[in-house]
């Protein structure tokens, strides 16, 4: 599966291979970036192409996406925003699913906490992926971070309900395991914490 | 020209001819909507689609886009910054030049004040458009608003600077009449006072 860390200065993508026994494995890693000082359209130009060139190439069954949120980051959220939407029209053009996982969410799959900093994903992004050190810039890592996210919770509870989980929240809980159960209790948990 | 006022919900396109003159006339006007109940993926590629065809159609010299601000309308700011992404990529896949204008420039444009409210607004848009009342709903008002700002400021300062203004300031006001310097300075303070 891609998971995207959208971003009209660096955006980050990479593909993970997530096995049903949860093992995840680096496939290929990158970040597009765009010149500040290039005009808006042209900036958001190069990160379209390169997203549609990523999904072609790579053709993934999932594409994993940051949920973007208003109230963060007010400088370059707009931006942000404006790259995340382009990404989610890319993949529906190919009729590949969109998941969007909160930061929190993100942290709290890869480290166990919700409230973890960067450095700390990217460790343990390496550890996950048997890596000698985080993909880098953060952003990469952090694509990468979304795709085990979304690999793990996927294998865990079934990836079409996760595709669909778009727009909506998840549905419920019932034919769970107990273990499955506190899980989404402490998901839910770190979710109320907020976020970076 | 094609003006667009970016939505998730509603997403309004006018298409406006402006003479030399300044005499403008609205030769088409069209909302696309999204079901709030759709996935985002879904709503994002309806508006996705929906700007293709429009520019495919009309082949517009330049779009004359709304500038989002995150501050604003927190609750629908994401999807509002989303479109507009996809609606600037849709343009620069295109090569149709892309022009950002504040909701202040555009009241102040179209008014002559910065701090009118969306009913002037429409009034002087049908006004101007020689209609009999404002198009609707009001995102149909406000892109053909937008066209009319970007065709008034094109046509007295030349379109081309304009439309490389998508992501840079305006530059310097020499070679400008009297007149035109004087409408520039209340236009920058027009955009000093802030937008709704």
Redesign the interface.
């Known amino acids: 599966m891609v998971g995207v860390d959208p971003g009209l200065t660096r955006c980050g993508l990479a593909v993970v291979d997530v096995e049903p026994n949860r093992r995840a494995t680096l496939i290929d890693v990158k970040v597009i970036g765009s010149e500040p000082d290039?005009?808006?359209?042209?900036?958001?130009?190069v990160?379209?192409d390169g997203i549609d060139a990523w999904l072609d190439q790579h053709k993934p069954d999932v594409v994993a996406l940051e949920r973007?949120?208003?109230?963060l980051n007010?400088s370059t959220?707009?931006g942000t925003?404006?790259?995340?939407?382009?990404v989610?029209?890319a993949?529906?053009?190919r009729d590949i699913?969109?998941a969007?996982h909160t930061p929190t969410e993100v942290k709290a799959a890869v480290t166990g906490s919700g409230q973890s900093n960067k450095q700390a994903v990217g460790k343990m992004v390496a550890k996950i992926l048997r890596l000698d050190e985080p993909p880098s810039p953060a952003d990469a890592a952090d694509a990468a971070a979304l795709a085990i996210t979304h690999g793990w919770r996927g294998a865990a509870f079934g990836s079409a309900g996760a595709a669909?989980s778009?727009?909506?929240p998840r549905s419920g809980t019932s034919g769970l395991t107990p273990a499955q159960r506190a899980w989404i209790a402490a998901e839910a948990k770190a979710r109320s914490v907020k976020s970076r």
Chains 1, 2 share one sequence.
Not at 81 to 86: E, L
Request: aromatic letters at 2%.
């Open positions: 290039l005009p808006l359209d042209r900036r958001l130009l990160i379209a973007v949120f208003s109230q007010v959220v707009m925003a404006q790259a995340s939407g382009i989610i029209v993949a529906a053009r699913p969109v969007l669909a778009a727009s909506s």
